[in-house]
């Protein structure tokens, strides 16, 4: 196909350009550029007129209109006047059509390269800022938390049962299967020192006290954080890109009471309560090796534990998952609450509520150990 | 281009959510350079009606024809290839949110056809400048009103020159002059550039002003009464519903 769009140009008066196009206008096929046009005006002695003839146009598309636009743009710049009239007639409306809004100036982003200082002093503000923010939605949280001791927090019972099965009973076989091989990986790793020493009946110690004291309730944290905290995120977040949360505070429904409250009690409840599980599978996740790799008695392995894990152990790792728990069910509220109003914005909350769960678990976990160590427990 | 050629014929199309029976008996034909009205109540099933013809939905009975080609009956790949061919308005804009309008409106471009970088650009300032938004390039979706987002998914929808284009609810939520600028911008296509439009929509001064053809959808019998010029549908109607609808309410 000679898909080939033409130009010559003549000059018929002194101060008049009269373009003729011809051929085959179509975009994807050879088109001549604006430039040829634009360079002649700029050459040429006083041109003040601009005519097309396009009588030998066969077909013409987008390609022709983008010409057209460009040769209109420098003409208005150099005040040139430009008589449509010699063009087709859908064409000449169609360009009338795109320049009857005039382009917006004043709209265009600025995009000129920010000096590293001018960065840094951005991004401590947005620190303090955002630290400012976390701050204000814990607040909010404890003022929803009071009206709920006071009885007065308005949700819905039958919302808080749903997640309390989507955090609890739905969470067990990830958990499990995350715990049980946790506990199998420390046994292993404890065996091998330990058999040095014909000690390897402390693998139960071992593996019984770091499930109980922490690693139950870290690991659960982190599944959590990843399982839980970024659906909350994302769940509050799209609601919010829908506009269902100012819908709710235009109803004189406090979002925080409604959507945030029976999420963080929910996770405040079953962590614990999981914590418990994955105490017990991670405990038998040792058990499997020390009794198949180590040839330690299933009673013996049973009593060794029960002897070495204490109750504090245990009421520490409880605690650490309700705090745990709270953490993340805060950090997927807050970054869904705070979410922007694009799909990509819910991708980013999603993101960015796992990373402060995760950093907040490890963060409290350092906290925790101090401050046992500091009470002697 | 004959002004009386079959693009897409509709027949016997029945649209159903699993045992939800939404509309029956469908029976129309859009022609070559019309400008096609979808209209009826709110649940008539207008918008599902545009997800079957432009191939998101599978119908529950019936069949759809581009031309000669059963688009239902054929293979992903035709159906991929008929779709190509054509741009799709979605309600609210639909706009890629992760990009600009600019880079919104280049990836047809960019995916289907060879042009260069400096090309596409032009194309793209083209069609903002055809939905009246020259110099919104670099706006993310997020930071325009959504009239101007409808606008921008419109400069989308044209973006390849589609031999079709498909509107669900183009003028709602539009200021007047922007909506009128919008039929204006319907027209001008259809003469321009003998582009086949199908639009859904209940806006009575769109629907006199650009259709010359439409199918009604009454939602209490579900099924279509009325096919034809809107405007001799209004004068001749006996349909106490039709009319209804076409005088919002006041003659029955």
Redesign the interface.
């Given at each position: 196909m000679a898909a080939r769009g033409e130009i010559t140009m003549e000059q018929t008066a002194a101060d008049t350009l009269k373009v003729v196009l011809s051929g085959h206008w179509k975009l994807g096929g050879e088109l001549p550029g604006a430039d040829k046009v634009l360079q002649m005006l700029e050459r040429g002695p006083g041109v003040r007129h601009v005519v097309f003839d396009t009588r030998e146009l066969t077909h013409w598309d987008t390609g022709l209109l983008t010409f057209l636009l460009n040769v209109q743009a420098f003409c208005t710049q150099q005040q040139i006047r430009l008589n449509r009239d010699g063009l087709p007639p859908g064409a000449r409306r169609l360009l009338e059509l795109a320049s009857a809004v005039p382009e917006k100036k004043d709209a265009r982003h600025t995009e000129g390269r920010v000096s590293f200082l001018t960065y840094l002093g951005n991004q401590t503000v947005d620190f303090f800022r955002s630290a400012g923010e976390m701050l204000e939605f814990l607040g909010d949280t404890v003022i929803a938390a009071l009206q709920l001791i006071r009885g007065k927090a308005q949700y819905r019972r039958s919302d808080l049962g749903l997640i309390i099965q989507a955090v609890g009973v739905q969470a067990l076989p990830i958990v499990s299967l995350i715990c049980f091989l946790v506990g199998l990986i420390l046994a292993f790793i404890g065996a091998i020192q330990l058999k040095l020493f014909g000690a390897q009946i402390y693998v139960a110690d071992l593996v019984g006290i770091a499930m109980v004291r922490l690693m139950a309730a870290i690991m659960t944290g982190i599944v959590m954080a990843g399982r839980t905290g970024g659906a909350f995120a994302a769940q509050l977040g799209t609601m919010q890109v829908n506009q269902e949360i100012d819908a709710l505070r235009t109803s004189g429904i406090s979002p925080m009471e409604f959507l945030v409250l029976p999420r963080m009690l929910a996770l405040a409840l079953m962590m614990p309560l999981l914590c418990l599980y994955a105490n017990v599978m991670g405990i038998l996740g040792g058990m499997v090796v020390g009794v198949w790799m180590l040839d330690i008695g299933f009673i013996q392995y049973y009593n060794e534990t029960v002897a070495a894990v204490g109750l504090w152990n245990l009421g520490i790792g409880l605690f650490s998952g309700l705090v745990f728990g709270v953490i993340v069910a805060l950090a997927g509220c807050m970054r869904g609450m705070q979410c922007g109003r694009s799909a990509s914005a819910v991708g980013d909350a999603a993101t960015s509520a796992v990373v402060t769960a995760i950093v907040g678990i490890i963060v409290s976990t350092a906290v925790i150990t101090i401050l046992c160590n500091f009470l002697g427990i | 281009m004959t002004e009386k050629e079959a693009h897409i014929t509709i027949r016997d199309l029945t649209m159903a959510y699993g045992d939800f029976i939404l509309m029956r008996d469908l029976t129309f034909t859009i022609n070559q350079g019309d400008i096609f009205i979808v209209m009826g109540g709110s649940g008539c099933g207008k918008s599902t009606l545009m997800t079957i013809l432009i191939g998101l939905k599978a119908p529950a009975k019936g069949k759809v024809f581009y031309g000669e080609v059963d688009f239902w009956g054929a293979d992903q790949e035709t159906r991929d290839r008929i779709i190509r061919r054509a741009g799709v308005m979605y309600q609210s804009g639909a706009l890629?949110?992760?990009m600009t309008l600019a880079e919104n409106i280049a990836l047809p471009l960019e995916t289907y056809?060879?042009?260069s970088p400096g090309?596409i650009r032009?194309?793209v300032?083209?069609?903002l400048?055809?939905v009246?938004?020259?110099?919104?390039?670099?706006?993310?979706?997020?930071e325009i009103s959504g009239g101007m987002q409808k606008r921008a998914g419109i400069a989308r929808a044209m973006a390849l020159?589609p031999e079709i284009l498909f509107f669900d609810e183009p003028s709602a939520g539009l200021d007047p002059v922007s909506a009128r600028?919008l039929d204006?911008?319907i027209l001008?296509?259809r003469?321009?550039?003998g582009t086949t439009m199908v639009v859904v929509t209940h806006e009575l001064a769109s629907i006199f002003a650009i259709g010359n053809n439409s199918v009604f959808l009454d939602v209490s019998i579900r099924t279509m009464t009325a096919t034809g010029n809107p405007n001799q549908l209004l004068a001749e109607t006996r349909d106490p519903n039709l009319l209804q609808f076409l005088t919002r309410g006041e003659k029955r």
């Open positions: - | 890629w949110s992760s056809t060879n042009l090309q032009e194309v300032k083209l069609k400048a055809l009246g938004m020259a110099g919104f390039e670099e706006f993310y979706p997020s020159d600028r204006d911008l001008e296509l003469e321009s550039l």
